[in-house]
């Protein structure tokens, strides 16, 4: 009972409100941090998505105006006007009629014209889940912050009950077990890896 009693020391409870008080300072800051990365990896995100959208939109403008003129040269009637509609066809389709005389419009010629909106695409996925994984750390710190901060109160209480009282003990014992199972929270922390 005498080692239980020396929870209840005044050293003992300022020390423990000390690094209560610190880790859970340190929990919020980097709580806070957290969210601000994720919001920024959003914002990202959401930029990427839109400019993939809008050459996507400007891909598409290109791939009519090239089918316009793969219709013109051929329904052309004289050499000239074969000529000019070539001349204006897109460098994407140019390579794709080298490459498959046949099939003008292959899968390659959509590929390459949808090349610009597949990689803000894949750039905003990238920015959305680096997103997730900071609202996860954000989520896991915030859970940190709420367990020392109920090892703080706690804390405070233990030190405003008398020396010989039980509640004094008992309060203290709950505060170092939050102190711990804090601890064990911001260990279990996920890291961000994008």
């Known amino acids: 009972m005498k080692f239980l009693r020396f929870l209840g020391n005044e050293f003992v409870l300022g020390t423990l409100i000390a690094l209560l008080s610190v880790f859970t300072a340190v929990a919020s800051c980097q709580g806070s941090m957290a969210d601000s990365k994720q919001n920024e990896s959003e914002v990202a995100g959401m930029k ?22 793969f219709d013109g040269w051929y329904t052309a009637d004289t050499a000239d006007k074969e000529e000019y509609y070539q001349a204006s066809y ?75 009282s039980n509640m004094r003990l008992g309060f203290a014992a709950l505060g170092i077990a939050m102190f711990v199972l804090g601890i064990i929270f911001y260990l279990r922390v996920p890291p961000v890896l994008g």
């Open 90 to 164: 897109s460098q994407e389709l140019q390579d794709s009629i080298a490459a498959t005389p046949d099939d003008a419009f292959s899968d390659a010629y959509y590929d390459a014209m949808y090349a610009d909106s597949y990689a803000y695409w894949d750039e905003s996925d990238t920015a959305f889940e680096t997103a997730g994984q900071w609202d996860n750390r954000g989520d896991g710190l915030q859970l940190v912050m709420l367990t020392m901060a109920l090892g703080l109160a706690f804390a405070a209480w233990a030190s405003l009950a008398k020396d010989e």
């Open 48 to 69: 990427n998505l839109n400019d993939g959208n809008a050459e996507y939109l400007r891909a598409n403008q290109f791939i009519v105006y090239d089918y316009t003129m």
